[in-house]
């Protein structure tokens, strides 16, 4: 039983000290512990979080392999939403050393017309990635406000005849 007593104060004195020098590492420095970012799956598998935003079906965070390359995430994410622009897609990672966020610029149109994988950039934790819409996507959102502020406007004017 003392030894128990003993053995439970030791093993409480050793989470405290690791857990205490856990809290000496800066702010700074814990986001640029790269290991940190990366995860074990069930199969023991090296997983890391990445984003993905815009006109995708499923967007937001997916904890993947570590090899998986832009087009596996966006099969994980649902495939492209009909509007969506294939030659614009945006990568942010990290930021530079000016304060701003590293971007990659991806053309997945041309990756499709040529099959060619070296278009295809290999993901890093943290990586967002952004699918915006295209143009058709705008004037289709402003017809449809158009559309429903006329309905109102004609409601408006009904309702000020019928007074």
Not at 35 to 42: D, E, M, V
Not at 43 to 59: A, H, Q, S, T
Not at 99 to 123: A, H
Not at 146 to 163: G, N, R, T
Request: charged share 20%.
């Amino acid at each position: 039983m003392f030894r128990g007593l003993i053995g439970l104060l030791f093993g409480i004195a050793m989470l405290a000290s690791a857990s205490s020098l856990a809290q000496e590492i800066p702010e700074q420095l814990r986001e640029r512990i790269g290991a940190s970012r990366y995860y074990l799956g069930k199969e023991d598998e090296l997983l890391i979080p990445v984003n993905i935003l815009g006109y995708v079906n499923k967007p937001g965070q997916y904890m993947v392999p570590n090899e998986t390359d832009l087009i596996s995430l966006i099969a994980f994410a649902g495939g492209f939403r009909e509007d969506a622009k294939l030659n614009k897609l945006k990568i942010l990672r990290g930021i530079a050393k000016n304060g701003q966020p590293n971007s990659l610029k991806v053309d997945l149109k041309k990756y499709f017309e040529t099959g060619n994988r070296n278009l295809i950039p290999r993901l890093m934790p943290d990586d967002t990635i952004i699918v915006s819409g295209s143009r058709t996507v705008t004037v289709k959102n402003t017809l449809d406000f158009i559309a429903k502020l006329s309905v109102l406007v004609q409601i408006y004017f009904y309702l000020q005849v019928a007074k």
